[in-house]
């Protein structure tokens, strides 16, 4: 394990006065606040500088907007469920109303982060911050120094450099500020991002094409969430088309044609790159004063979130570890209580859950099939069940759910979870708990199910797939 960093004489909390601030973070988005948030609570002198709205990319540009879009997204498919129970009656979606009624919650929670960061006696400080000296901040021309710096500055939509007319596409950022919703999309990247807004548009109506260069979505995730997830987008009438590679954007009259490989193409009225996301890391002076970043520009860090310079810290999408709210959150926090709390915290990035907000929704949490073949030297068994809920029948929908667990043959420890069906994201939460704590598929098989829910296929897959 690396030594602590400055931890020598911190045993009741020190703050150097020779510093305009204690700590100067640049980039309030969930990481940067958690952290200043924390830093001010412990008595740290500490501002943050941000060059759009204090929310950052989670909050403003990511999973709060999207999780309101696809919660609206549903209601198409619920609403032809509910004929299926009796309900009658016909309803229409306003796009406009939703897009007004989705900024009115993000300036809300635009205005408690800043009520938070004032309660914590943060100075916000509008503007793009460029690190000048180990120790110096630029902000709009003006300088600030501080003992410590924290780069927060998040990720940002990739759109491909080598394609003649990409320019001519969108990405995630504006998708979700869309005013009119267009008649035909083409959503470049099979990603998470690519299947989540897939989803969300063709809920809403619009004719979705998404554009795969390989042979299937989420690649790398499980093979069997993949392989569920893709019968399942095309039963919602989106359509897929693999081992596709874009090669030219031209703007016509009648829209956007896109000339694809083997002479194919195809014409839409908006083009959603959703190509990946590149750590927000240029222009802000790090090269300059000996930051290390790797070959995709993230900033190297160690597991207590130093980067190579002594004085500088980094967390969240900028260092490509886990790009995930709550780890950018939880490593802010980390780094706070080792500095500034004299608690040494290390983040334990092992067994972390995540969720594709989809159509059907994904939830995962540790090893995939052929990961836990790698390293459980091929000794492992697999349990996997495939049903249609019970919610499903009378509407007739053939909507299926797909449950694995992927388990260690010589210990019983569950080493992995997947699972493709609606409340995915909500039941798989508490399963990472469950393996956090050491669970074994025995406690699996020792628990009681809840009946009758989708959840309880958990406790009753009792037989292993052969080999």
């Known amino acids: 394990m690396a030594s602590t960093p400055h931890l020598a004489g911190l045993d009741s909390v020190s703050f150097v006065a020779e510093y305009d601030f204690d700590l100067f973070t640049i980039g309030a988005g969930s990481g940067g606040v958690a952290a200043s948030r924390r830093a001010g609570a412990y008595g740290a002198k500490v501002a943050i500088c941000e060059s759009t709205r204090v929310g950052g990319t989670c909050v403003l540009r990511g999973c709060v907007p999207k999780k309101l879009l696809w919660y609206a997204s549903h209601f198409h498919q619920e609403l032809a469920d509910a004929a299926g129970y009796g309900w009658t009656g016909q309803a229409k979606l306003d796009w406009g109303k939703l897009v007004a009624a989705k900024n009115a919650e993000l300036d809300r929670l635009n205005g408690i982060y800043l009520r938070m960061l004032d309660r914590s006696k943060v100075e916000v400080i509008d503007g793009r911050g460029r690190i000048v000296d180990p120790h110096t901040v630029d902000v709009g021309g003006k300088r600030y120094t501080a003992e410590r710096i924290l780069v927060a500055t998040g990720g940002w939509p990739h759109i491909p450099d080598d394609i003649p007319g990409a320019e001519l596409g969108i990405t995630s950022n504006e998708a979700l500020d869309l005013t009119e919703l267009p008649k035909r999309m083409a959503i470049v990247g099979g990603g998470y991002i690519g299947v989540e807004l897939a989803g969300i548009f063709a809920g809403a109506g619009v004719e979705v094409t998404l554009v795969v260069r390989g042979f299937t979505v989420l690649r790398h995730f499980d093979v069997d969430v993949s392989s569920a997830l893709m019968e399942e987008l095309a039963r919602h009438g989106i359509d897929i088309t693999t081992h596709t590679k874009i090669e030219a954007v031209e703007k016509t009259d009648a829209g956007l044609v896109l000339q694809c490989n083997g002479g194919i193409e195809h014409e839409v009225d908006t083009l959603l790159w959703a190509t990946g996301r590149w750590p927000n890391t240029r222009d802000i002076g790090l090269e300059d004063v000996g930051v290390a970043l790797d070959d995709h520009r993230a900033i190297k860090v160690d597991e207590w979130s130093r980067t190579s310079v002594p004085s500088i810290y980094a967390v969240g999408d900028c260092t490509n570890r886990v790009q995930l709210t709550p780890v950018a959150i939880a490593d802010g ?86 699972m493709v069906g609606a409340d995915a994201p909500e039941i798989m939460q508490s399963i990472a708990i469950a393996m956090k704590a050491g669970a074994k598929k025995k406690h699996f098989d020792q628990t009681v199910g809840i009946h009758p829910t989708s959840a309880e296929e958990f406790t009753t897959m009792w037989e292993p797939l052969g080999d």
Do not use: W
Not at 358 to 374: F, M
């Open 333 to 418: 926090r980390a780094l706070v209580e080792t500095v500034y709390n004299s608690n040494p915290t290390e983040v334990d990035h092992h067994l972390v859950p995540t969720a594709v907000f989809s159509q059907p929704p994904v939830g995962t949490v540790g090893l995939t099939e052929a990961e836990a073949r790698a390293t459980c030297s091929g000794h492992i068994d697999v349990y996997r069940t495939d049903f249609r809920p019970m919610k499903y029948v009378l509407p007739g929908r053939q909507e299926r759910v797909m449950m694995k667990l992927v388990v260690e043959r010589d210990t019983d420890l569950v080493v992995g979870a997947h």
